[in-house]
């Protein structure tokens, strides 16, 4: 049985979270046992992690640093070991070198690039962008795997991942202007849209995440 953890540093959406991961692998027949926890031991041996986010980069990113031991056990999983890593919303904008957010905040430097706010160009397109939308240019990953072109998935946010290398951008949105949806490199992926309000279309993302073999 593999061990997925729901990294837990306070940030809110815990429990719509879990249970989106739950049921996604009761669809997909996994043997994995979902357990949300914020010990940095559990964090360290997991054999996949998620990681959520609600609210500002910097407040997230302060988070998760003031959990004594949790970005070094992150990176003993995820970078040393390999274990596949999904961040979720501001989740995957820490992946970023740093995010302009209230100032300037490091990132944790996984995937190069900086989370800047969106800019919509055209009326009737507010800030935070919130509600259903398009993804597009997906990419052939392991990831989207039957997620189809124009598949509408949900997004609540103001500001966006600007990856240094376009190769890393998996999918992308627009809301006014296109801006990148989910990032993807080696092991390490992360979406701007929440799967666990997405419905079905996040449910099957889920699902390959739980099987994912990078």
Known sequence: MSSVVLIDYGSGNLRSAEKALVEATR??????????TGDPDEVAAADRLV?????AFAACM?????RSGLVEAMSEAVQARGAPFLGVCVGMQLLATKGLEFGETPGLG???GEVR????????????????NMLADVADHPLFAGVE???????????AFSATNEADVAARADHGGAF????????????QFHPEKSQATGLRLLANFLEWRP
Request: glycine share 14%.
């Open 27 to 36: 669809r997909s027949g996994s043997d994995a046992r979902i357990h949300t």
């Open 51 to 55: 990681l959520p986010g609600v609210g």
């Open 62 to 66: 302060n988070a998760v640093r003031e």
């Open 110 to 112: 996984w995937i190069e």
């Open 117 to 132: 706010r969106i800019e919509p160009t055209g009326p009737g397109f507010k800030v935070p962008h919130m509600g259903w």
């Open 149 to 159: 072109e124009g598949a509408h998935v949900y997004f609540t946010h103001s500001f």
């Open 180 to 191: 990148t949806a989910a990032v993807a490199r080696g092991n390490v992926a992360g979406v």
